[in-house]
């Protein structure tokens, strides 16, 4: 934990703390890692705040689905692996709609 932040390392672990605070929202960043040696672009950084700290859970890519969640990547013209943004909205809702928490991109927040 460093300034309000707490790194969570597994998925399970993310969903099981979601349930658990029942946070109003989560907000959803897509990234591209330019810098990755293997290609693995495509990061997805999911964020809970819930009572003045940050819940911040990364996923990386590995083959065509990011490795924890196993949302699928999709590749475009250049042949390089990316995230749908609607799809990861759908798939993130349809994985917490037992909490009825919203779901939000950050770019559109």
């Known amino acids: 934990m ?6 969570i390392r597994s998925w399970e672990e993310f ?9 109003a929202s989560l907000i ?12 693995e672009l495509s990061i ?8 003045k700290r940050y819940y911040i859970f990364l996923d990386f890519s590995k083959g065509d ?6 949302i699928p990547l999709h590749k475009n013209k250049k042949g ?4 749908d943004e609607d799809e990861v909205k759908v798939i993130l809702k349809k994985q917490f ?8 991109s950050f770019w559109t927040t």
């Open 2 to 7: 460093d300034n309000g932040h707490v790194r």
């Open 15 to 23: 969903k099981s703390l979601v349930s658990e605070k029942k946070p």
């Open 28 to 39: 959803y960043i897509l990234e591209q890692n330019a810098l990755s040696p293997n290609k």
């Open 44 to 51: 997805l950084r999911i964020i809970m705040l819930y009572e």
């Open 65 to 70: 689905k990011l490795r924890e969640t196993g």
């Open 80 to 83: 390089i692996y990316n995230l």
């Open 97 to 104: 709609e037992k909490e009825k928490i919203e779901i939000f």
